[in-house]
């Protein structure tokens, strides 16, 4: 969907800040245009772009750019994201009015700070020497999947990127092999003291599945009525986890495992050292759904276990000191991948302290 504003918003302004490049167009006096690709840096109303030694043959005063710019102000600068998979497909257009900022200015030096920042090449460079065009928006216009990550040239991190949660599978079998090396990635996870506090259960049986959506369903059941459910509404939700159960090829359960863990005389540390060995119950978790993803599996997680553990346990016949906290589904999507559930920018969610 295009979107038009007057300035920025900020899903508009992550993107831009996570481009290198951008075209500038510019026009002469009588409207001829001009297009060149420019490094650039955000600043909170402009955009700014140096004028750096990089073509070294001509006065900045002479590049065409410049010349334009003197003779008609108007300028527009894209950044896009092109990729094979269209629906990564993203731009975004400012219009504005651009001018120059001469050197030994405050909004010069701000600049040259903000571009500095953004490309480690410009330290080398005397840019402060330069004038800086400063672009005003104007106009803003942008199209397509603003907020999906951008390759990021690290395997990994393309693997964390494109995980998603699956909730419906093909009916095909996954090779043991590849389960037992999901649960590898899951054992290399970090531990509280390389303790290790999780166990696993790998169910693929038609009967022990069941036996184990009706054991959690009883008490999901007594759950939903507590909440003053109608009957309809349960049975369909009921339904629903039930055939999320039986229909994916393989259930990984995840225990929490307390026995090995130091023991405190009070609370408090009892209480910090619980958390850790859940928190290293997650890190286990995140390891296997990473691990199946890039196995070219899919996988879900599925937190029903953790609010019936008793029954769990009852149903499998495992031992009663196994704490159940985490149940992933392990198969290949039925049909499309599901579409990316977006992030907040990760503004929202850090602040820096120097
Ligand atoms: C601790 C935990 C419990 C979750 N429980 C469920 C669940 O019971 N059912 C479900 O469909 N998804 C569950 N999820 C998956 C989240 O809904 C999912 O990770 C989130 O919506 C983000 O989507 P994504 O995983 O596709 O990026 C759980 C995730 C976590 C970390």
């Not at 900020?10 to 167009?25: D, G, T």
């Not at 460079?125 to 065009?133: D, F, K, Q, W, Y």
């Not at 003053?228 to 939700?237: D, F, L, T």
Request: aromatic fraction near 6%.
């Amino acid at each position: 969907m295009r979107v038009t504003s007057k300035v920025l918003d900020q899903e508009q302004a992550a993107f831009l800040v996570r481009r290198r490049v951008a075209r500038l167009a510019t026009a002469d006096g009588e409207g001829k245009p001009h297009a060149v690709p420019v490094c650039f840096a955000l600043g909170r109303s402009s955009i700014y772009i140096a004028l750096d030694e990089k073509p070294k043959d001509v006065p900045v005063s002479h590049l065409k750019r410049v010349r334009n710019i003197l003779e008609n102000p108007e300028v527009a600068l894209v950044a896009d994201r092109y990729t094979e998979d269209w629906e990564l497909l993203a731009f975004v257009m400012v219009r504005g009015r651009a001018g120059l900022l001469e050197p030994d200015t405050e909004e010069h030096d701000a600049a040259v700070r903000l571009l500095r920042g953004k490309y480690h090449q410009y330290e080398a460079m005397r840019i402060e020497e330069n004038p800086i065009v400063a672009i005003r928006q104007e106009n803003v216009a942008s199209w397509g999947a603003l907020d999906e990550p951008d390759e990021s040239g690290s395997r990994l991190l393309d693997t964390i990127h494109g995980r998603r949660s699956v909730r419906q599978y093909l009916q095909k079998g996954v090779p043991e092999d590849l389960v037992e090396r999901v649960l590898e990635a899951a054992r290399w996870a970090p531990s509280p003291h390389g303790r290790q506090p999780w166990r696993f259960a790998v169910l693929r049986g038609a009967e022990t599945k069941k036996r184990l959506a009706e054991a959690m369903g009883e008490e999901w059941r007594a759950n939903l009525e507590m909440d003053g459910q109608s009957p309809e509404i349960v049975e369909k939700r009921l339904e629903s986890s039930r055939r999320r159960l039986l229909e994916a090829p393989v259930l990984v359960l995840i225990f929490l495992y307390l026995e090995e863990l130091d023991v405190y005389p009070d609370a408090r540390r009892q209480r910090g050292e619980t958390t850790m060995a859940v928190q290293s119950l997650g890190a286990a978790a995140q390891n296997a759904l990473l691990a199946a993803y890039d196995l070219g599996l899919d996988a879900g997680w599925m937190c029903a276990p953790l609010f019936c553990p008793e029954k769990v346990v009852e149903a499998l016949g495992l031992d009663a000191r196994l704490v159940p906290h985490a149940l992933l589904t392990l198969g290949y999507a039925e049909g499309d991948p599901p579409k990316r559930r977006s992030r907040r920018p990760l503004d929202e969610l850090v602040v820096y302290r120097d």
